[in-house]
C-alpha cells in the first residue's frame, strides 16, 4: 500500500514537502508520480519519475515543483514552492509496483492528502 503525507495549509508563495511511502512485501516499483484533483475537477497529473529517474511535470507545476525518489526508502517525493491558490487540490500519489521477480504489475495509489494554499 501507499502511505502519503505532507499536505496541510499554506499560504501563497509558500513551500510544502509531500512524501508517499509504499510498504509491504515489494520486489519493485517502476513509475511513481502525483496526481491531483480540485473540487469539480477531474484528476490530473502533476508529476512523474521513472525507475531510473527520470521526470515529467504539469506546465502548470514546472519550475516550481521539483519531484524525486528514494529507491532504498520506496518513497517518493514532491517540493512544491511558490504555491499558488489554484494548486489546492487533494494529491494523490500512485506507483506501478511488481511482487514478485516476473510478476504482474499492479498500479497503487495512497489515500490523498489535502493541500490548501490560501490567505
Known amino acids: 500500500q501507499l502511505q502519503a503525507s505532507g499536505g496541510g495549509l499554506v499560504q501563497p508563495g509558500g513551500s510544502l514537502r509531500l512524501s508517499c511511502a509504499a510498504s509491504?512485501?515489494?520486489?519493485?516499483?517502476?513509475?511513481m508520480g502525483w496526481l491531483r484533483q480540485a473540487p469539480g475537477k477531474q484528476r490530473e497529473l502533476v508529476a512523474g519519475?521513472?525507475?531510473?529517474?527520470?521526470?515529467n511535470y504539469a506546465d502548470s507545476v514546472k519550475g516550481r515543483f521539483t519531484i524525486s525518489r528514494d529507491n532504498a526508502k520506496n518513497t517518493v517525493y514532491l517540493q512544491m514552492n511558490s504555491l499558488k491558490p489554484e494548486d489546492t487540490a487533494v494529491y494523490y500519489c500512485?506507483?506501478?509496483?511488481?511482487?514478485?521477480?516476473?510478476?504482474?504489475?499492479?498500479?497503487?495509489w495512497g489515500q490523498g492528502t489535502q493541500v490548501t494554499v490560501s490567505s
Open positions: 509491504g512485501s515489494i520486489f519493485s516499483i517502476n513509475t
Open positions: 519519475i521513472s525507475s531510473g529517474g527520470s521526470t
Open positions: 500512485n506507483a506501478d509496483v511488481q511482487m514478485m521477480l516476473s510478476g504482474p504489475w499492479y498500479e497503487y
